[in-house]
T-cell receptor
């Protein structure tokens, strides 16, 4: 069975641009969470979606948004990119909540 | 809000020696606690977790951790380090608030194994 898949694996964007990151959860998992991991830090919670509804939001600006589709895949969107948005973005899926969360390999975003 | 403190951002041990990575948490309710491992340019892999029941938890790759409520600790140990254990380790606590379940991570401990 495939694990959590994220795309793209790497990308480089210019300040002010917009970016969309994608995540496909493990089959049967209805919850998807997004985390930002800045170099040298632990992951920071951005969003959790369950059954296509936003269940939680971390302390991130409104430039960050997300959604979950009927097939439970998810997109994370970031507008007006800043240099400080450069990070590894991790997606995690679970049946319900993080107690059984499985993480993808992440998307490495570099903003120049 | 809950928080996690990992003492020691870098730990070095000799191959075959005991591995001890420290984690303390703050929580007003019984927590769910986790240890994850991250290899370079990889995502996070769950090593072990504590939810309820037995306070000594065994995980993958020979790791184990003990939940000590009185010390608010959840230290990770392995009796004999292997070269393949070199990685970044993160302790995390689950925070559940009105259906919003999120993991709060520590800042990580980089484990180096000396041949």
């Amino acid at each position: 069975d495939a694990g959590v898949t994220q795309s793209p694996t790497h990308l480089i964007k210019t300040r002010g641009q917009h970016v969309t990151l994608r995540c496909s959860p493990i089959s049967g998992h209805k919850s998807v969470s997004w985390y930002q991991q800045v170099l040298g830090q632990g992951p920071q919670f951005i969003f959790q979606y369950y059954e296509k509804e936003e269940r939680g939001r971390g302390n991130f600006p409104d430039r960050f948004s997300a959604r979950q589709f009927p097939n439970y895949s998810s997109e994370l969107n970031v507008n007006a990119l800043l240099l400080g948005d450069s990070a590894l973005y991790l997606c995690a899926s679970s049946l319900d909540g993080p107690s059984e969360a499985f993480f993808g390999q992440g998307t490495r975003l570099t903003v120049v | 809000a809950q928080s996690v403190t990992q003492l020691g951002s870098h730990v070095s041990v000799s191959e075959g020696a005991l591995v001890l990575l420290r984690c303390n948490y703050s929580s007003s309710v019984p927590p769910y606690l986790f240890w994850y491992v991250q290899y370079p340019n990889q995502g996070l892999q769950l090593l072990l977790k504590y939810t309820t029941g037995a306070t000594l938890v065994k995980g993958i790759n020979g790791f184990e951790a003990e939940f000590k409520k009185s010390e608010t600790s959840f230290h990770l140990t392995k009796p004999s380090a292997h070269m393949s254990d070199a990685a970044e380790y993160f302790c995390a606590v689950e925070e559940s608030n009105f259906g919003n379940e999120k993991l709060t991570f520590g800042t990580g401990t980089r484990l180096t194994i000396i041949p």
